[in-house]
């Protein structure tokens, strides 16, 4: 490990963090990336240099916009610090190998996808189709290679897609969305299908915890939507970082 790598990898992936924001708040409402520059999305006014500083500047302002004391949501200082947790982490599990640039490429799809559905309800396409196409590219010449790329990719979206057909001929509502389906598709053609299977699981119980402890406070109804997509990035994540170990000491039960 070397410190000074660590170091430009967190200043890094601090900047790609502030890049991610863009996305998630421009995506969902169709808006170019790259027109025009950071502005305060309330009063529409430029953002001085300091201002765009990652997590330093939203803790400078304390969380509110200069001139118009609008709040500026703290889901942006988080993303950026979390971005930076995740190039720091790649590194000292894969260090400076082609693996790691396409894991932290997956991760910061993941955190782009937890946050948009978490606010949105949505999983843009423009993230999850791509990223079956390059998660299956990449598993050609590196792990966890192509077959079970392949089988993760059909398995992660036919499993939904099973069970979204299910929920709607019992329920009679739409339980699971094409996007749902598509982002597990991603994420098996990325980790391939063991890690695939252990994030819907552990998305699975993230949720249903979650969907409890909501119903148990009276703040959701039994058909209130839970962003599905949020639990399955977070359980993506879990599964790259410790995925093999969580399933070398669950089969260990079975020796
Ligand atoms: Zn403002």
Same mark, same amino acid.
């Given at each position: 490990m070397n410190a000074l790598v660590v170091l430009f990898l967190a200043a890094f992936g601090l900047a790609v963090g502030s890049f991610l924001n863009v996305c998630i708040y421009r995506l969902p409402r169709r808006e @170019? %990336? @790259?027109?025009? $520059? @950071?502005?305060?999305? @309330? &009063?529409q006014r430029p953002l001085d240099w300091f201002e765009n500083i990652p997590v330093f500047g939203w803790l400078a302002l304390r969380g509110r &916009?200069?001139? &118009?004391r609008a709040e500026i949501s703290p889901i942006y200082p988080v993303v950026e610090a979390m971005t930076a947790a995740v190039f720091v982490a790649g590194y000292l599990i894969y /260090? %400076?190998?082609?693996l790691l640039a396409v894991r932290v490429l997956f991760a910061c799809a993941m955190l782009v996808l937890f946050a948009i559905d978490l606010r949105h309800r949505i999983l843009p396409n423009a993230i999850t189709l791509p990223g079956v196409v390059a998660g299956f590219l990449f598993s050609i010449v590196l792990p966890p290679g192509w077959l079970s790329s392949l089988i993760g990719l059909l398995a992660g979206g036919g499993i939904l897609f099973a069970i979204g057909e299910a929920y709607f001929r019992l =329920? /009679?509502?739409? /339980? %699971?969305g094409m996007g749902d389906v598509k982002m597990l598709a991603m994420i098996g053609a990325f980790l391939g299908w063991p890690l695939m299977l252990l994030t819907l699981v552990l998305a699975s119980f993230a949720g249903s915890c979650v969907g409890i402890a909501l119903m148990l406070a009276r703040r $959701?109804? $039994? =058909?209130t939507k839970l962003p599905f997509g949020t639990f399955l990035a977070a359980g993506a994540l879990v599964a790259a970082v410790a995925g093999n170990e969580i399933l070398a000491w669950y089969l260990a039960f079975y020796e």
């Open positions: @170019s %990336l @790259s027109f025009p $520059a @950071s502005h305060c999305t @309330s &009063c &916009c200069r001139t &118009c /260090g %400076l190998t082609p =329920r /009679g509502v739409e /339980g %699971l $959701a109804g $039994a =058909r």
